[in-house]
């Protein structure tokens, strides 16, 4: 029986601690069987009685940190406390943040420098990887693609020649499509490999073949034309720096070219150039095929060959186009003996007997462009009056009283037909009054003679006569017609009076 010491004073009515004793002994009857294992919840940690459930040792947690993880782009952070007594762990977790990729686009490598496949990095985390949603994460530098390396070919070099550009040796790589000065490909080559064309003289273009190409440099010295070529409609007078070597600098028939084109027509022919303008231009040594310049062996010229280009690229600067009119190259006419010669009437020993010339059209053709003294000088006035006023009265250049008999014969223009100036094809040059007002503003005629406009034209017995002295290039003709051409005023000079 338990015995009850000092007991207090009941504070309630004694069969209320009664029952609550009574309870006590019916849920406990022995020792309280107390767990070793600590229960808890977010607050407090306790121990239980296995038996009654009773609660012992009951207290609020120490919770100390335990463990912690950074948050990332891919994966959430967290802190973990533990509490020091009971064990209790509480976990608080961060969500990740996501990456923010940067995209590097692939880069293509070439034999010296490496390439790139493309790939993402991310600002955050300091990773690479291979897709934008960063799913799958490469090492660094896995997107290298290593450079190839040169494979080089040796091009053996050329000198450049009149005709032709020359070529610099060098080393070609197959890669890259780069050239190299060196076989080991450390001396690239960023001008190129050509070398130009040597640039010729209108002089060395006269004993080019045919059909060459060349870059040719030359004077603009004056314009001609005519109209009953097949390939020379228009021409410039395209003169050597250094002589008086001339030669046609044609841009073809009926605006074949750029050239044809500036020039305007036969009718209406302008120079696109002014007089000493230097050009460098490219052109085709080339030859007239029928009726014109001397018949049909024709006469060598330079066809303007780069119809696409500006024509003004051509131009290098002012020159000189003055002829030198005391050069050796400058052919004397005093007779009509010379005059015959020079055209290309040949193997005949006197212009007024009965055994006639032959007509050479190599001699003339080879004669062509160059430049005569004419002394001595008579003329027939022949054009007719249904011309334009620029060409009217053109004028055919004889020599000495002798040409008198032009006045009084019917000049036969048959074949093999001869005439008492000997002439077989009778060949009657001609100072064509049109190209000489383009050069100079003014007739042969106007120059010699003044205002001609009251001279009938084929008034044979008006012999007109000038004393003096007159520079003039032959241009060509055929094989009864020629053509001369003033270039300049003071070609015609007076004669000095004493």
């Given at each position: ?10 504070q309630k009515p004694f069969w209320e ?210 109209q009953a070529s097949l390939n020379l ?197 001609n100072f064509y009054n049109y190209n ?63």
């Amino acid at each position: 029986m338990v015995r009850l010491k000092n007991f207090p004073k009941p504070q309630k009515p004694f069969w209320e601690y009664f029952v609550f004793f009574v309870f006590a002994m019916c849920a406990c009857t022995t020792t309280h069987q107390v767990s070793k294992n600590w229960k808890a919840d977010a607050e407090f940690h306790w121990h239980e009685c296995s038996d009654c459930d009773e609660l012992f040792d009951k207290g609020a947690h120490d919770m100390q940190l335990f463990d912690s993880k950074e948050v990332s782009c891919a994966e959430e952070g967290y802190v973990t406390y533990k509490c020091s007594v009971c064990g209790y762990t509480k976990k608080d977790t961060t969500p990740a943040t996501g990456h923010a990729m940067e995209k590097h686009n692939a880069i293509s490598g070439d034999c010296e420098t490496a390439g790139a496949s493309e790939y993402y990095s991310c600002s955050k985390c300091g990773k690479f990887y291979s897709d934008p949603e960063g799913e799958h994460e490469i090492a660094e530098n896995s997107w290298v693609i290593p450079c190839a390396g040169h494979t080089l070919t040796h091009v053996e070099g050329k000198e450049a020649t009149k005709t032709q550009a020359g070529l610099k040796d060098h080393y070609y790589c197959e890669v890259c499509h780069k050239t190299y000065a060196d076989a080991a490909a450390t001396q690239e080559i960023t001008d190129g490999v050509e070398i130009k064309q040597l640039v010729s003289s209108v002089a060395e273009a006269r004993t080019m073949p045919v059909g060459s190409e060349l870059i040719v440099r030359g004077v603009v010295a004056g314009v001609t034309t005519t109209q009953a070529s097949l390939n020379l409609i228009n021409a410039i007078t395209f003169k050597d720096e250094f002589s008086n070597v001339s030669m046609a600098l044609s841009g073809g028939k009926n605006g074949a070219s750029a050239l044809a084109n500036a020039m305007g027509t036969a009718a209406n022919i302008i120079m696109p150039f002014e007089k000493g303008t230097i050009l460098e231009i490219p052109v085709t040594v080339a030859k007239t095929s029928a009726n014109y310049a001397c018949g049909n062996a024709g006469i060598v010229y330079l066809l303007y060959t780069d119809g696409e280009e500006e024509l003004i690229s051509f131009v290098k600067g002012q020159g000189n186009y003055k002829y030198d009119l005391n050069a050796e190259d400058v052919v004397d006419i005093s007779t009509q003996e010379d005059f015959f010669r020079f055209l290309g009437l040949l193997n005949g020993s006197n212009v007024y007997g009965t055994e006639g010339f032959e007509y050479s059209y190599e001699a003339a053709a080879a004669n062509t462009y160059k430049l005569v003294r004419m002394t001595n000088l008579r003329c027939v006035l022949i054009s007719s009056t249904s011309y334009d006023e620029r060409i009217k009265h053109a004028w055919r250049p004889c020599f000495s009283e002798a040409c008198n008999t032009w006045a009084s014969t019917t000049i036969s223009n048959s074949a093999n037909a001869t005439n008492n100036i000997g002439a077989r094809q009778s060949y009657y040059p001609n100072f064509y009054n049109y190209n000489t007002y383009v050069n100079t503003g003014m007739t042969f005629s106007e120059m010699l003679f003044g205002d001609t406009s009251d001279v009938s034209p084929k008034q044979w017995t008006n012999h007109l006569v000038f004393d003096g002295t007159v520079y003039a290039m032959f241009i060509g003709g055929s094989d009864y017609y020629a053509q001369f051409v003033v270039l300049d005023k003071d070609w015609v000079i007076p004669a000095t009076v004493e």
